[in-house]
């Protein structure tokens, strides 16, 4: 059994990402991870402080809860 997945009419979508991301960088796979994985970490850094911001405003008061 092959580890790699077959796309299937769900996957199209993806399957044409992964195509025109690996082909804006020339065909360089290795070069397409380094651009996905370049974003992401600047993404995840943003995430780290909204929390922070998040906790220390729910701390002190400032951010209400939602009683529905």
Not at 28 to 44: G, S, Y
Not at 47 to 61: C, D, F, N, P, Q
């Amino acid at each position: 059994m092959s580890s790699v997945s077959q796309p299937n009419e769900q996957d199209d979508g993806l399957e044409a990402s992964v195509d025109q991301a690996i082909a804006i960088c020339g065909g360089d796979t290795r070069a397409t991870v380094r651009a996905l994985i370049v974003p992401n970490n600047h993404l995840e850094s943003e995430i780290a402080e909204l929390k922070k911001a998040v906790s220390h405003a729910y701390t002190r008061g400032r951010l209400r809860t939602y009683t529905g």
